[in-house]
């Protein structure tokens, strides 16, 4: 069976829109060429996609599940077209990348200002989010790479994984902070006591965090501030009793020049793994790659570093 691009470049407009009429006006067609184009596309496949409802065409479950394999050959022919585009020198490279946020805060700045410095004329888009929308992401085609750590549900999903580097998580704090003032190491139960700037919950350092507390048969910490920036995260811990979690990587300055501190590293702390993820099937984009390499490259530098 083949499915001709045009129909299901008309299905998707109408999924999106949810009414033949803003889909034919969008695609600058007639109504009836549409809804014909969808009952052909229907009569294919031999289900029905929509309900035609007074209020709208409704997506069947049929239509649910084609639609994203729908957004990823739209997206796929799209890169092409930009590909073939600046292989021709007629237009600027895109680079559509995803990240969470703190390997965002930690490792694409400086991946980002040398990919640049090589390649002044590519665009990188960058996308921050948890690791199952950033994987949705990169299955729909919106993002052409993702960079993560820690992703335990990555076999679920039918992706290429390549390991980048190992970082270590840990707890930390201001430097003169009562329980590294106390005179010993301090038990879990220690931690409970005092107030904790984390990420939002079901990120995979929050779910992990809370594991050493289950483990051991207490509850984690209840969380007083919670975000994503790693920025606010040390600002609040440098300036009070909080604590938090976080990759050695983001505070390296901090804990050089002294202005924060590991609390008792050899117990509270987490080896994760980063990764670069991309679809299983295709070819990663030149400016993707372009960028993936960047990272490689960076990634040995820092462990020949260290």
């Known amino acids: ?95 559509k990348i995803g ?67 190992v970082d270590r998580v840990q707890v930390v704090c201001r430097p003169d902070h009562p329980l590294r003032r106390a005179g010993g190491p301090p038990g879990l139960e220690d931690l409970q006591l005092y107030p904790w700037v984390l990420t939002e919950r079901d990120n995979v350092m929050w779910r992990r965090l809370s594991e050493m507390f289950y483990d051991a048969g207490l509850d984690p910490p209840e969380t007083a501030v919670e975000t994503s920036s790693a920025r606010l995260m040390t600002s609040v811990v440098r300036d009070s009793d909080f604590l938090t979690w976080l990759p050695e990587a983001l505070v390296t300055e901090e804990l050089r020049d002294g202005s924060l501190a590991v609390l008792a590293p050899e117990r509270l702390s987490w080896e994760r793994q980063v990764v670069a993820v991309q679809r299983e099937k295709g070819s990663l984009p030149r400016p993707a790659a372009a960028f993936l390499e960047t990272l490689r490259a960076l990634c040995r530098s820092r462990a020949a570093a260290e």
Do not use: C, W
């Open 1 to 95: 069976m083949r499915i001709d691009p045009r129909q299901m470049e008309m299905f998707l407009a109408v999924y999106r829109s949810g009414s033949l009429g803003r889909a034919s006006q969008q695609l600058n067609l007639t109504q009836p060429a549409v809804s014909k184009a969808i009952r052909r596309l229907e009569r294919s496949l031999q289900v029905t996609l929509f309900e035609r409802e007074p209020r709208g065409m409704v997506p069947t479950l049929y239509a649910e599940a084609l639609v994203r394999h729908a957004e990823l050959v739209s997206s796929e022919l799209q890169r092409a077209v930009e590909e073939i585009a600046a292989m021709r020198g007629t237009a600027r490279g895109r680079a």
């Open 99 to 165: 990240g969470t946020p703190s390997v965002i805060e930690g490792l694409f700045p400086a991946a980002i200002s040398r990919l640049l410095g090589r390649r002044p004329a590519l665009t990188v888009e960058v996308r921050e989010a948890l690791e199952g929308p950033l994987l949705e992401a990169l299955l729909k085609g919106e993002i052409d790479l993702a960079v993560a750590g820690g992703m335990r549900r990555i076999r679920d999903y039918p992706v290429r994984v390549e390991a980048l580097y």
